[in-house]
């Protein structure tokens, strides 16, 4: 790119970046530290933003024991149905994400044939914990499958085959050639991923309203007492969310580099 088109090209870029980042600094210089303090000292409020981590990391690593030999198949192999499945994978980020909480209410909710299954094991969805990581899992796996199947694709399959005749087993050539060759895809999609969990609502709210989550508590809040008794959570969620959001980039960037 011409050096003259820099500073045009910077300017234009600059409105984009004044939107996201101008309502983001309002917000978080709206509350005072010792409020902030104080709201992340009440206890509804630690447990929500704990469980909304957690839920959000418990939703990361299924989808990439999962996801990521799926990932493998989708990027080898070429089959009839392959366009569809991986449709389907794109299907939640597009899909309204309270009709994606519908849907799953209608497979894991009580009068669901999963739910009623689960519960004969003890397990339930609606109003628990199970429910909360299923609906971030639904909505953001497209995030992790499709980084590995790009990662899987940058890598020349020859490497694998050179493997193979040197004595490797396939599931070897796998873990010691496609895996480290396509890591730093799927971790940029694991982060990816687990970050989209952190603000799911929708989904959410409709299959497991109960235990709270961050954002459920923000809308609740906000609905039963108004902005002003909102705003110091959505900071402190805004505030680490970015600082664990930078951080890892920074160990994805640092580890990338070495």
């Known amino acids: 790119m011409s050096n003259r088109l820099y500073v045009p090209f910077a300017v234009v870029g ?8 101008w309502p983001l600094l309002r917000t978080v210089g709206a509350s005072s530290p010792r409020l902030l303090w104080q709201t992340l ?30 990932a493998y198949v989708l990027a080898r192999a070429d089959f009839p149905g392959k366009a569809l499945i991986e449709a389907v994978i794109d299907l939640p980020v597009v899909v309204p994400h309270s009709a994606a909480g519908i849907a799953l209410l209608m497979v894991f909710g009580r009068s669901g044939a999963v739910g009623r299954a689960f519960a004969a094991l003890g397990v339930r969805f609606v109003s628990a914990l199970p429910g909360i990581v299923i609906a971030m899992l639904f ?39 496609a895996l480290p ?19 799911e609502f929708g989904a959410v709210v409709i299959l ?6 961050a954002p459920v508590l923000i ?22 969310s970015l600082f664990v959001f930078f951080l890892l980039r920074w160990v994805s960037r640092d580890a ?3």
């Open 139 to 177: 909505v953001s796996l497209a995030f992790l499958v499709n980084a590995a199947r790009d990662g899987f694709r940058s890598v020349d399959p020859r490497l694998e085959a050179v493997a193979r005749t040197l004595g490797a087993t396939p599931w070897e050539a796998f873990w010691q050639v």
């Open 208 to 213: 497991a309203y109960h235990p709270m989550v």
């Open 14 to 21: 600059a409105a984009l970046i004044w939107f996201v980042g």
């Open 41 to 70: 000292a009440e206890p509804q409020v630690g447990d929500a933003i704990l469980l909304t981590f957690a839920a959000s990391a418990a939703a990361t690593v299924v989808a990439l024991v999962l996801g990521v030999p799926l």
């Open 219 to 240: 809308f609740e809040r906000f609905e039963s007492y108004g902005l002003a008794y909102a705003r110091p959570v959505a900071t402190l969620v805004i505030l680490i």
């Open 181 to 199: 060759l396509a890591w730093r895809n799927i971790l940029s999609g694991v982060i990816m991923m687990w970050a989209r969990g952190l603000s």
């Open 256 to 258: 990338t580099r070495h």
